[in-house]
């Protein structure tokens, strides 16, 4: 007999869904229309350290948006490793966050000093969001 599906577990999956979609949306992003924008939001120290100009950090970056989006829902067997990964993904990025809302440098959306910094606290939700809808710390 199968274990019957809680409503947590449908909206669990929903999140993940929806995160997915959103990682691939803003990896496409990243790619093509706002990769200019994007590349305001690399520090100025992370070519230095990768080796990389911006516009190669935000291609890799974006790339990296986008197969997590489509990993998180054609890998369901892996979706802990996933979210795990998705979730310092989102860790890693966040010194961009910082460094555009210190310079205060406008890219799409975030054209004001308030957006930039409202933009610091979605950082964290995105981890939250990934490891609550991924569940790594749950048993298999």
């Keep these: 007999m199968a274990t019957p599906v809680t409503p947590v577990q449908v909206v669990r999956v929903g999140a993940r869904v929806v995160l997915a979609g959103f990682l691939v949306y803003t990896g496409l ?5 706002a990769r200019r924008g994007f590349q305001i939001a690399v520090p100025d120290w992370a070519p230095r350290a990768t080796g ?4 190669a950090i935000v291609v890799a970056s974006g790339a990296v948006e986008i197969m997590l989006g489509g990993a998180l829902v054609a890998l369901p067997a892996e979706r802990r490793t996933i979210g795990a990964t998705a979730a310092a993904f989102f860790v890693a990025v966040f010194p ?5 809302w210190r310079t205060g440098r406008s890219a799409p959306m975030l054209r ?3 957006a930039r910094f409202v933009r610091l606290f979605l ?18």
């Design 112 to 114: 004001t000093d308030r």
């Design 52 to 55: 990389l100009d911006k516009d």
């Design 29 to 33: 992003a990243h790619l093509f229309w």
């Design 96 to 100: 961009g966050n910082v460094h555009q």
């Design 123 to 140: 950082q964290p939700v995105l981890v939250a969001w990934a490891l609550w809808s991924t569940g790594p710390w749950r048993r298999r």
